[in-house]
Every structure is written in structure tokens, then in C-alpha cells.
């Protein structure tokens, strides 16, 4: 499976398992199995590390103990859709995880901000201190 032009996924790092699914399918929904559950070891994959350390990150509550991906797909009627489905949520999460965000730069705060900030306050206390009484008056 091809994430990225430079990255692609083995096969054999995905496990697939079909269960009964709810919902849409009227009395089939009884009989056949589905919806589909599919696992991937994220410490087991050809993943770059940095890329499995931002995948950990964003599947949150889809990572068991272990560390396998779980993704699961049960809003279609028939097993092939819910299986397409499921592999397409994981290269969409993978691909996510294969941008690495920007860091930010700290900026530093000018000399003539610090002043204008300084003169702003000065200006406000003069104006607050003329609506004090004066100090003879008691």
C-alpha cells in the first residue's frame, strides 16, 4: 500500500479480522460477518520512527497496550467496502503522522514595543491619579 510517493506498507503488517456488525443490513446483519477490524503493530512496521512516534500520538484511544492500531469500519452492507474503508482510514491516519509540524520560533519583543508599552502605562496612571483627591483635602 503506498502512504506517500517515498513510503509504502507491507500487507503483512496489517491483520484483518471480520466481525458481526449492527446497524443496516436486515436479517443478514445476523448471519454474516461484516464489519471488519483491522490491526496494525505500529513497533513491528517499517515506519520511520519518527513518523510511528506521531502516529502513537494521534490514534490515542485506538492503541491497545501492546501497541497495535486498531481501525474499525462497519457502516457499509457488504465486507469489501467495510475492508476498503478501514484500510483507507489508516493511510489517511499514517499520512497525517508523516507531517512533521513546524516548530515554533520564539520572537523577542522589540525595544521601541517595550518603550510604547511603558509610556501607555505611564499615560494611564497620570490619568488615574487626576481623578484622586487631593492630597490636603481629608
Request: hydrophobic share 35%; charged share 35%.
Amino acid at each position: 500500500m503506498e502512504i506517500t510517493p517515498t513510503l509504502t506498507l507491507d500487507e503483512r503488517d496489517i491483520e484483518e479480522r471480520f466481525v458481526r456488525a449492527s446497524g443496516p443490513g436486515g436479517q443478514n446483519v445476523n448471519k454474516v460477518a461484516t464489519a471488519v477490524e483491522l490491526r496494525f503493530d505500529v513497533e513491528r512496521s517499517s515506519l520511520p520512527p519518527g513518523v510511528k512516534r506521531r502516529l502513537v500520538a494521534l490514534a490515542g484511544k485506538r492503541m491497545t497496550a501492546e501497541g497495535v492500531l486498531l481501525v474499525d469500519s462497519r457502516e457499509h452492507r457488504t465486507q469489501a467496502q467495510n475492508r476498503e474503508a478501514a484500510r483507507e482510514r489508516l493511510v489517511a491516519l499514517i499520512r497525517r503522522a508523516t507531517i512533521v509540524p513546524v516548530s515554533r520560533t520564539p520572537t523577542k519583543v522589540t525595544r521601541g514595543q517595550k518603550q510604547q508599552r511603558l509610556a501607555t502605562k505611564k499615560r494611564r496612571g497620570e490619568v488615574k491619579s487626576t481623578r484622586r483627591r487631593p492630597s490636603g483635602e481629608e
